[in-house]
């Protein structure tokens, strides 16, 4: 883990403090590091219906590519809680999208040693179609 993904844990964690998780209680920050070395932060943000609820690693990668990031490096994930958090089945999906080939993904939560892995690592076989 080098300093600059440290960095990138540290705005995760920052960005949790917004997480809007009155159900849940379980505070998640994302932050993303794009090709050209821009940074976006993503919180989770739920509803009272459940099933809206957008995941921080989500909304880290729409609050990017509104402002025409294609594809990103990294991203750190940091759970509010003494506990680490994978990213779920439909956020890998949507990280994959835009994934650069050698991407990071950095993982921490409160007193837990930060873990690094590739997106491959828990998306080995992404859903590709030719839709040609
Ligand atoms: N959550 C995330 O933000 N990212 C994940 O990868 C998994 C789960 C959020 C969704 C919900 O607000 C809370 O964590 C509990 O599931």
């Not at 505070?27 to 809206?52: F, H, K």
């Not at 025409?68 to 999208?97: D, H, M, S, T, Y």
């Not at 050698?102 to 030719?130: E, R, S």
Request: proline share 4%; with cysteine; charged share 15%.
């Amino acid at each position: 883990m080098n300093a600059d993904q440290l960095e990138l844990l540290a705005a995760a964690e920052a960005a949790a403090e917004n997480s809007y998780s009155p159900y849940s209680k379980f505070a998640v920050g994302a932050a993303i590091r794009w090709s050209d070395g821009a940074v976006d932060t993503g919180t989770n943000v739920e509803n009272l219906s459940y099933g809206l609820t957008l995941c921080a690693e989500r909304s880290a990668v729409v609050a990017g590519v509104s402002s025409g990031q294609r594809k990103w490096q990294e991203i750190a994930v940091w759970v509010a809680a003494e506990q680490l958090a994978f990213p779920c089945g439909a956020c890998l999906q949507v990280l994959n999208e835009f994934a650069a080939v050698d991407c990071h993904v950095i993982l921490g939560g409160k007193g837990q040693q930060p873990v690094l892995k590739h997106l491959t690592d828990f998306l080995p076989n992404p859903f590709t179609a030719d839709l040609g």
